[in-house]
């Protein structure tokens, strides 16, 4: 083999042969290496796209349990302040200087 591209030095028309396939070898190896390293980038960047997504969809799923035990604890609250507030509204002895039982139990209930 080095006989043979030595013999093809020796001759000028061959050796323009030579180096033209020289040159589609290696351009050809580096266009599968680019090809085979965009693959290889792309998958990548996949796998962590979808590994982001599901972290995503993890959070979103623990925000809205938040959001839902938050709304229960609104609703708590309110019914909590309207009876406290009908029963404000209901003690005969709110106008009394002097507060009664029925009173300071109310009270005491905020």
Same mark, same amino acid.
């Given at each position: ?5 030595? /013999? ?19 351009? /050809?190896?580096?266009? %599968? /290496?680019?090809?085979?390293? /965009?693959? *290889? @980038? #792309? ?6 796209? *979808? ?14 349990? #938040? ?5 229960? *604890? ?9 009876? %406290?507030?009908?029963? *404000?509204?209901?003690?005969? #002895?709110?106008?009394?200087? @002097? %507060? ?6 109310? %009270? #005491?209930?905020?």
């Amino acid at each position: 083999m080095i006989r043979f591209l030595v /013999g093809l030095i020796g001759r000028p028309a061959m050796l323009g042969w030579a180096l033209a396939g020289v040159m589609a070898l290696v351009g /050809g190896a580096y266009a %599968l /290496g680019r090809q085979q390293g /965009g693959d *290889a @980038a #792309n998958s990548k960047q996949a796998a962590e796209q *979808a590994r982001l997504q599901s972290q995503m969809i993890r959070a979103a799923e623990i925000a809205s349990r #938040n959001e839902a035990t938050r709304l229960v *604890a609104v609703a708590k609250i309110e019914q909590l302040t309207r009876e %406290l507030e009908d029963a *404000a509204h209901t003690d005969r #002895n709110a106008g009394r200087i @002097a %507060l009664g039982a029925d009173s300071v139990r109310r %009270l #005491n209930r905020r």
